[in-house]
């Protein structure tokens, strides 16, 4: 579906992104994640066909955006991060001129009214954007996208400003969309790409540092330096014992689990293998090791690590809240036929 090859982006001496190779298949929702200045939206751009690469090649369903960038254009459904509308329009006047900007060929009344239900904005739909909140101008620029019923989504930073309800809502929304399209999904926030995506590509100082599906992503990349141990003996010298180890880091128990058998945690530096050190300590006292099993990374700790060469940029965790109540729906819910800004304002 899509094919990025060895991309590069140059400004002057800045290099932007540093040979980017990846592929998308249909159907699947993609999470870029990355901290700022990582290179996720010049990718984005370059895909869109909004900007050109310095080298390499990007194809859409076979067609290279700079060979045929209108067919491609026509294939996209974009949202940027600042979603492009119009505040003295309405949402109506607003879909409508989109509708045409666009060339859309479907039925008008019918398309932009299934897009307005399924965004939630068919209550706001004869609203002025410049008057609604910053979620529902959110929800108009995702609407957008949608006129046309692309096959490829791109969607940057698509929940930023919405309240936790909303959040949900849109996850949810994208989770849908993704059974007949394919999306990409810019995002800081980590449990979003973690609930809606099924694989993650990492960015960091414009090259790609990691790739994989979501839920196995950070096993892959946890290494035998963090392993819980099942061990009968006395909790306090056990403890004592495997903090006198070499490359230690962190050792806490997890209780007792059964009689006179408790659970370690251990977590040796990084790279470094501690099972057979652990196993020789335990032979040496005579506590049994029962069970020894690896403990992932979480997906935070996997983005962290892998952007520690820029760890002050790293977002956090959760995104800041802006709380907002649903407007009263005293509009039709059915959106009416399109008509010009001038007849609506007379």
């Not at 979501?214 to 014992?241: C, M, N, V, W, Y």
């Not at 903090?243 to 050792?251: A, D, L, Q, S």
Request: proline content about 5%; hydrophobic content about 35%; charged content about 25%.
């Amino acid at each position: 579906m899509i094919e990025v090859k060895n991309l590069t982006k140059r400004y002057g001496t800045n290099t932007a992104l540093n040979n980017v190779s990846f592929t998308v298949e249909e159907g699947t929702i993609v999470g870029f994640l990355g901290p700022n200045g990582a290179g996720k939206s010049t990718t984005m751009n370059i895909i869109t066909g909004y900007l050109s690469a310095t080298s390499g090649s990007v194809t859409v369903q076979g067609k290279n955006t700079l060979e045929n960038p209108n067919e491609v254009k026509k294939l996209i459904g974009y949202l940027p991060e600042l979603p492009p509308l119009y505040m003295d329009m309405t949402v109506k006047e607003y879909l409508n001129f989109m509708y045409e900007l666009k060339g859309v060929k479907l039925d008008r009344k019918q398309h932009i009214g299934e897009i307005c239900r399924l965004t939630k904005i068919d209550n706001v739909y004869t609203r002025l954007i410049g008057n609604l909140s910053k979620g529902y101008k959110q929800r108009v620029g995702i609407a957008q996208a949608l006129l046309g019923n692309p096959p490829v989504l791109i969607l940057d930073e698509p929940t930023v400003g919405l309240d936790p309800k909303q959040i949900i809502e849109i996850r949810n929304l994208i989770k849908s969309l993704g059974r007949n399209h394919t999306i990409i999904l810019s995002s800081h926030i980590l449990p979003e790409v973690q609930a809606v995506c099924e694989r993650v590509i990492v960015m960091n100082n414009g090259c790609l540092v990691a790739d994989g599906a979501t839920d196995t992503l950070a096993h892959d990349l946890s290494a035998e330096h963090r392993i819980i141990a099942r061990i009968d003996g006395p909790e306090s010298e056990i403890l004592q014992a495997i903090r006198g180890m070499e490359h230690i880091v962190e050792v806490y128990s997890l209780g007792e689990k059964e009689k006179g058998v408790f659970e370690i945690s251990i977590e040796g530096e990084p790279n470094y293998d501690l099972r057979r050190n652990l196993f020789a300590l335990l032979t040496r006292k005579g506590w049994p090791l029962l069970a020894l099993r690896n403990t992932d990374l979480t997906l935070e700790e996997v983005f962290l690590q892998l952007t520690s060469g820029d760890a002050s940029h790293a977002a956090p965790a959760e995104p800041a809240v802006e709380v907002e109540t649903e407007p009263e729906n005293t509009e039709a819910s059915e959106p009416e036929e399109a008509e010009t800004k001038e007849d609506a304002e007379k």
